[in-house]
């Protein structure tokens, strides 16, 4: 049998554990098993509350409460999040800031402050946008990455989240758990199994191992409705669940949902990544043959991820202000030198050619032998069509 270690095509990018293909070359025939996706959760740590720890850090290490206030009476609204030393006390999101008050007197209570939130989300989203082939940002403080043609295996992708993580911590200065698995749904269930700042990486061979033992709510789309039905069945965990037939859970649920629980308890998922627009870089990442600083090997690495930034400028409709060259050295720092331009654009040899200086200008600044290196380009700007006649 034949292993490839990727695919080049986007339809071998969107299913979970793939099929056999099957060659035929006169009388030998050819097994070509495809390897699975390798899909990164990234969830960042009781964000809001975080965000405001590092804005003021006086309050690091004391219970925080970030309020919705309804502006009613003083203390009128619910809790937004809170940080794990609120949590001890019972202050949970949902919750009146009147019970949490009674819950924790002293805590810190602060209003929600969407501002700072965005500004740093967009930060990190911009990190964590030049590790993927594909992205998908859930909300403002969570994002799936598909790293499968970034990495070899699962050992070399839990490296990844490493430097995923730790680029975060040093230049946001915030804390994210990382969940690594062949499935959007058990990378998201991995992100949750160490938190805070947790890194749980789950193989091919070992999903059931993993999901066996979780509770059934561990399913994002198992709501208490369902929980109690299937409590009601004697099914309290993830293991018990896959345990029951297809017939069985559509006769119960419906055929929609009776599949999806299914699938689900068996870790089945080939949801691909959706890239919603609106998004403010474009970025990839590749790992150099052999660890170097010879620019010519370089820079036909450069080559081909400014050909991918282009095709992806070229599917959004949109142009770039500046760009960025991304070093990752053998000691896993991430590093950049980037470039603003004067006018906007949009063609392939501008990123190429401005990669190419900047990776000189890095190489020459930093004596360093590099693992991986990136492009990114961004201050991106929507293309205008040409103005007709009668618009002047």
């Given amino acids: 049998?034949?292993?490839?270690?990727?695919?080049?095509?986007?339809?071998?990018?969107?299913?979970?554990?793939?099929p056999p293909t099957t060659l035929y070359s006169q009388n030998v025939i050819i097994f070509i098993m495809q390897s699975p996706r390798i899909i990164i959760h990234m969830d960042m740590?009781?964000?809001?509350?975080?965000?405001?720890?590092?804005?003021?850090?006086?309050?690091?290490?004391?219970?925080?409460?970030?309020?919705?206030?309804?502006?009613?009476?003083?203390?009128?609204?619910a809790v937004s999040t809170s940080?794990?030393?609120?949590?001890?006390?019972g202050i949970k999101a949902g919750i009146p800031i009147s019970q949490a008050k009674k819950l924790k007197p002293d805590a810190i209570f602060l209003p929600v402050n969407m501002k700072l939130y965005k500004s740093v989300s967009l930060e990190v989203m911009g990190i964590l946008r030049g590790y993927c082939?594909?992205?998908?940002?859930?909300?403002?403080?969570?994002?799936?990455?598909?790293?499968?043609?970034?990495?070899?295996?699962?050992?070399?992708?839990?490296?990844y989240g490493?430097?995923?993580?730790?680029?975060?911590?040093?230049?946001?200065?915030?804390?994210?758990?990382i969940g690594v698995a062949p499935s959007k749904l058990l990378a998201k269930i991995a992100s949750d199994f160490q938190k805070p700042d947790g890194l749980t990486v789950v193989k091919p061979g070992d999903v059931m191992d993993f999901l066996a033992p979780l509770k059934i709510t561990n399913l994002v789309g198992v709501?208490?409705?369902?929980?109690?039905?299937?409590?009601?069945?004697?099914?309290?965990?993830?293991?018990?669940?896959?345990?029951?037939s297809m017939d069985v859970l559509i006769r119960e649920f419906g055929k929609a949902k009776g599949e999806w629980l299914k699938q689900a308890s068996q870790g089945i998922d080939d949801s691909p990544l959706e890239e919603h627009e609106g998004t403010g870089q474009i970025g990839r990442i590749a790992t150099l043959k052999e660890d170097?600083?010879?620019?010519?090997?370089?820079?036909?690495?450069?080559?081909?991820?400014?050909?991918?930034?282009?095709?992806?400028?070229?599917?959004?409709?949109v142009g770039f202000k500046s760009i960025a060259f991304i070093a990752i050295a053998t000691d896993f720092k991430t590093r950049a030198k980037s470039h603003t331009l004067a006018v906007p654009a949009k063609d392939l040899d501008t990123i190429k050619?401005?990669?190419?200086?900047?990776?000189?200008?890095?190489?020459?600044?930093?004596?360093?032998?590099?693992?991986?290196?990136?492009?990114?380009?961004?201050?991106?700007?929507?293309?205008?069509?040409?103005?007709?006649?009668?618009e002047f």
Avoid: W
């Fill in 223 to 244: 709501g208490k409705k369902t929980e109690q039905r299937l409590n009601e069945m004697n099914v309290r965990t993830i293991g018990d669940m896959s345990g029951l």
């Fill in 292 to 317: 170097t600083d010879d620019l010519s090997i370089i820079n036909e690495v450069i080559n081909s991820l400014s050909e991918d930034i282009h095709r992806k400028l070229g599917e959004r409709k």
């Fill in 162 to 177: 490493i430097m995923i993580k730790k680029e975060i911590l040093e230049k946001v200065g915030l804390t994210c758990s």
């Fill in 353 to 390: 050619s401005n990669a190419h200086e900047l990776a000189k200008e890095f190489l020459a600044e930093n004596p360093v032998i590099l693992r991986r290196v990136g492009v990114r380009v961004a201050n991106l700007t929507e293309e205008k069509g040409q103005m007709t006649l009668g």
């Fill in 83 to 89: 940080n794990y030393e609120a949590r001890k006390f």
């Fill in 1 to 18: 049998m034949i292993y490839p270690k990727h695919a080049s095509n986007s339809t071998y990018l969107q299913k979970n554990l793939y």
């Fill in 133 to 159: 082939d594909a992205f998908e940002q859930k909300s403002i403080d969570e994002a799936f990455c598909d790293i499968t043609g970034q990495v070899i295996d699962f050992d070399d992708a839990r490296m």
């Fill in 45 to 77: 740590d009781y964000f809001f509350a975080q965000c405001e720890e590092k804005e003021h850090p006086e309050i690091k290490g004391k219970p925080v409460v970030i309020c919705v206030y309804s502006g009613r009476s003083k203390d009128s609204g």
